[in-house]
Structure formats: C-alpha cells, structure tokens
T-cell receptor, first 118, second 114 residues
Framework: EAQVTQNPRYLITVTGKKLTVTCSQN?????MSWYRQDPGLGLRQIYY???????DKGDVPEGYKVSRKEKRNFPLILESPSPNQTSLYFC?????????????????FGPGTRLTVL | GENVEQHPSTLSVQEGDSAVIKCTYS??????FPWYKQELGKGPQLIID?????GEKKDQRIAVTLNKTAKHFSLHITETQPEDSAVYFC?????????????FGSGTRLSIRP
C-alpha cells in the first residue's frame, strides 16, 4: 500500500530537548516536504527536498533542520524546541515537480504528528 | 512574499446546495493550483487540481476555475452531501520550476447542514 508514515504521532516534550520526527515513504518519490498546521494559518511549508542530498527552505524554516540521506526518509529535527513550535506537523511526498507532465502532481500526506513543547 | 488568500474561512450550506470557495494568489509565476480536503484527524488529500493552461476542470460534483489575469481560482462543489463536510485548502506553486515552494491558503471549514 502506497503510504507516508510519520513517527511519533504524538509527542509532548520540554523546551530545549532535541527531538526528531521521522518520515518515510514507500512510493519512490523524489520530492518530500514538511509542513506545520496552525489554527487560522493553514499549512505552512517548513522545508522541502527535491531529491537525495537536495534540501531547501520553505516559508517557516527557522528552528528546524532536515536531512535527506536516503530517498525514502526525510526526518525533521528540532535542535532546541520552543513553545512556539507546538503544532501539528505533516510530511508529504510526490513525484518530482519536473516530471509532473506524466500525470497529476499528487502530494501524499502522512497522518500528522501533534507536538507539544512545554 | 508570496501568499495565497482563501475565503471564506467557514461556510455552512444546506445539503444539496452548492458551495464555492475562492482563492487569490500573488506569485504571477504560479502555474499549478491543487485543492486539498482534510477530514478530522487526517492529513490533507488532493481532490482536484488545475494548471495554468486550463481555465476550468471538472470531476463529477467538483469543479475548479482559474482566472490567470485576475490571479484567482475557485472550487465549486455541487449537490453537496454530508461527507463533503471537511476543511478545504487551496494552494499555488510553480510546478515546473526547480523552486518548488508550495503556498497554501488558510483553509475553509465547510459544514453541510442536513
């Protein structure tokens, strides 16, 4: 089954304690992305990756890091979490935008990770 | 910076009536406009998309229109049903560009009254 998985689904942590949210896809997608969702603000892109070892900042990258060492995995790292990073996080993957002509540029979203930073 | 504005933020319609959600975008280089539906406790799911070389696209009860000159696009849902109740997001991106930032609207919570 084609899917994007995220772990953990729920996390409560304290300010300053480093954490990693994992994201994995089994569709051999080149493009992966992280979003945060906050009430009234919709989805905001944090970082995206066009392929292995290629990452770039989205709209709200401050306080986050990512890595793309393998095609299937795209972890989100919070080196020193702060309460303003309390949010619902989604990972997504899709075909490379440059190959979108083959069909629809569907982004598949993971189930979400609800993070609370105290 | 680039942004996408979405209206209304909440919408309540009688079952069987039509619902319309509107978005405007600022980046004139945007050429791909997807719409997502998010049900409670789930991630967003693509329901329909449109590219800049097309003015309208329809898929059963759902249609999307695009006005590139005015930089706005709309989602139309006809004959609404209870299962259409969800949060809907529009988005805009440069699908064929190496700069593949995707900008989402703030969402519309659609409620269908029985």
């Amino acid at each position: 089954e084609a899917q994007v998985t995220q772990n953990p689904r729920y996390l409560i942590t304290v300010t300053g304690k480093k954490l990693t949210v994992t994201c994995s896809q089994n569709m051999n997608h080149e493009y992966m992305s992280w979003y945060r969702q906050d009430p009234g603000l919709g989805l905001r892109q944090i970082y995206y990756s066009m392929n292995v070892e290629v990452t770039d900042k989205g709209d709200v990258p401050e306080g986050y890091k990512v890595s793309r060492k393998e095609k299937r995995n795209f972890p989100l790292i919070l080196e020193s979490p702060s309460p303003n990073q309390t949010s619902l996080y989604f990972c997504a993957s899709s075909l490379s935008p440059l190959e979108v002509r083959r069909g629809t540029d569907t982004q598949y979203f993971g189930p979400g990770t609800r993070l609370t930073v105290l | 910076g680039e942004n996408v504005e979405q209206h209304p933020s909440t919408l309540s319609v009688q079952e069987g009536d039509s619902a319309v959600i509107k978005c405007t975008y600022s980046d004139s280089a945007s050429n791909y406009f997807p719409w997502y539906k998010q049900e409670l406790g789930k991630g967003p799911q693509l329901i329909i998309d449109i590219r800049s070389n097309v003015g309208e696209k329809k898929d059963q009860r759902i249609a999307v229109t695009l006005n590139k000159t005015a930089k706005h696009f709309s989602l139309h849902i006809t004959e609404t049903q209870p299962e259409d109740s969800a949060v809907y997001f529009c988005a805009a991106s440069r699908a064929y560009s190496s700069a593949s930032k995707i900008i989402f609207g703030s969402g519309t919570r659609l409620s269908i009254r029985p």
